[in-house]
């Protein structure tokens, strides 16, 4: 079964850190580009970070930027975000996806491979 399973979530004080990974099973993630996102609740899907399959190109919101860092350990066939200087505003539902195009999966959300999600707040 080709699927992508997103962990790391939890409840964490503001200022705190986590650190999700988007692991592969099915298929190696070598050749895909990845997305982080989430969706709050009564709010839209965003886009967090991307990553390119080679790794070579990198895109943040500005709402996570010198906070976030997006990563990729293609031996492990997963990829990672680690999360820092966490703020209320950062709980939300996180989904990683896989796709090939690096613009389809960061600028179209269309991602070819969809994890369930993990739950992340962020709360005193």
């Known amino acids: 079964q080709l699927q992508l399973v997103e962990s790391g979530g939890g409840l964490v004080q503001p200022g705190g850190s986590l650190r999700l990974s988007c692991a592969a099973s099915?298929?190696?993630?070598?050749?895909?580009?990845i997305g982080w996102f989430r969706q709050a609740p009564g709010k839209e899907r965003e886009g967090v970070s991307c990553i390119s399959s080679s790794g070579g190109s990198i895109i943040y919101a500005d709402s996570v930027k010198g906070r976030f860092t997006i990563s990729r350990d293609n031996d492990k066939n997963t990829v990672y975000l680690q999360m820092n200087s966490l703020r209320a505003e950062d709980t939300a539902v996180y989904y990683c996806?896989?796709?090939?195009?690096?613009?389809?999966?960061?600028?179209?959300?269309?991602?070819?491979?969809w994890g369930p999600g993990t739950q992340v707040t962020v709360s005193s």
């Open positions: 996806a896989a796709d090939e195009l690096l613009f389809r999966v960061c600028d179209r959300q269309r991602g070819k491979y």
């Open positions: 099915g298929f190696t993630l070598d050749y895909y580009a």
